[in-house]
């Protein structure tokens, strides 16, 4: 959990009631960190954040603690989820467009036999190919920014998870190809080429990876199919 070591009070998903499949039933709690019974065990990630993990052992909350009730705990939850995705997705897209920046950069100034790398043909083919992606991911978070606001319309649900799936594959291609442009150098700590590659790492796994949004896509797609 991305600031769990700095938090002073924590939101807690737990069912309160019906089945393991079932939507409702699920309530959210806000546990005080120091509260008996509450251990965070923090660890760094690769892009060099504090994270933590959770561990409650028996852990009591008073009815003053009850953040959403079963009824409306899922919705919140979804909610709140997938606005924290679409914030890491727009995180990459900058992320994403200054990985080009600094690959053009480099580009321009890297002269092999005789000539700058950006005058190589098959260089700029892969920056043009960088350039594509940004705009791809650019687009798809936008997209799901307006449904989320209501600007839209309609069910968030499916346009975030495929904006969540196209956000992981366009950063993905986009960080690989800045480091493979860059080199060896582009591995080393001391070229923000690496760092930027790290983040987007961390950001695609972050609320769900695409094997889960995919399927969450496919789900409510189908949902919304048998509806009508």
């Not at 019906?18 to 019974?37: C, H, K, Q, T």
């Not at 036999?113 to 350039?131: E, K, S, T, Y």
């Not at 594509?132 to 649900?157: N, Q």
């Not at 930027?196 to 950001?203: E, G, H, P, Q």
């Amino acid at each position: 959990m991305l600031g769990a070591t700095d938090a002073d009070r924590i939101v807690v998903s737990a069912r309160t009631a019906g089945d393991v499949a079932e939507a409702a039933g699920i309530a959210l709690f806000v546990v005080d960190r120091s509260a008996p019974g509450v251990t965070v065990q923090d660890y760094f990630l690769i892009d060099g954040r504090r994270a933590g993990e959770v561990l409650l052992d028996n852990v009591r909350v008073g009815p003053d603690g009850l953040l959403a009730g079963p009824d409306e705990g899922l919705a919140v939850l979804e909610r709140v989820i997938d606005e924290a995705t679409i914030a890491a997705c727009h995180e990459s897209v900058g992320a994403m467009e200054r990985l080009n920046e600094l690959s053009l950069e480099y580009c321009r100034e890297r002269v092999a036999f005789g000539q700058p790398i950006a005058r190589n043909q098959v260089i700029q083919h892969r920056l043009v190919d960088m350039h594509v992606a940004v705009e791809h991911a650019s687009a798809m978070a936008e997209a799901a920014t307006d449904v989320l606001s209501g600007a839209a319309g309609g069910d968030a649900r499916p346009i975030v998870s495929a904006a969540k799936v196209s956000l992981a594959r366009e950063s993905k291609f986009v960080g690989e190809a800045a480091v493979h442009l860059h080199g060896a150098g582009g591995t080393t700590e001391d070229v923000d080429v690496g760092r930027y590659f790290k983040r987007l790492l961390v950001n695609m796994m972050l609320f769900g990876d695409s094997d889960h949004h995919l399927q969450r896509y496919l789900d409510t797609r189908s949902s919304s199919l048998e509806a009508k």
